[in-house]
């Protein structure tokens, strides 16, 4: 069993950065590929990041391509995701995911609770 847990999420002006974190406990995730998504109000969830095991291969969603950088780094268990340039459509509650099932952009074993993330204009 693993769980994750976010952090970093706030308030921000638009065209800034935050830089989310995702702490895993219960055991490695060092062999899982990993994930963050995100929920905006009224929204179906959806897919903007994904990183393999390794973090040799990283995946985007085409609205934030450019702006967030995935990575990890497997000795401290966690999983980041850097936010720059955003925008007031950005604004969701962004999770954190790990151990993807078919593929980085749908269904993963482990769910964090999410962290809130706000842009203002």
């Known amino acids: 069993q693993v769980q994750l847990v976010e952090s970093g999420g706030g308030l921000v002006q638009a065209g800034g950065s935050l830089r989310l974190s995702c702490a895993a406990s219960?055991?490695?995730?060092?062999?899982?590929?990993m994930g963050w998504f995100r929920q905006a109000p009224g929204k179906e969830r959806e897919f903007v990041a994904g990183i393999n095991w390794s973090g040799a291969s990283t995946y985007y969603a085409d609205s934030v391509k450019g702006r967030f950088t995935i990575s990890r780094d497997n000795a401290k268990n966690t999983v980041y995701l850097q936010m720059n340039s955003l925008k007031p459509e950005d604004t969701a509650v962004y999770y954190c995911?790990?151990?993807?099932?078919?593929?980085?952009?749908?269904?993963?074993?482990?769910w964090g609770q999410g962290t809130q993330v706000t842009v203002s204009s």
């Open positions: 219960g055991r490695t995730i060092r062999t899982d590929g």
């Open positions: 995911a790990a151990g993807w099932i078919s593929g980085p952009t749908s269904q993963y074993r482990y």
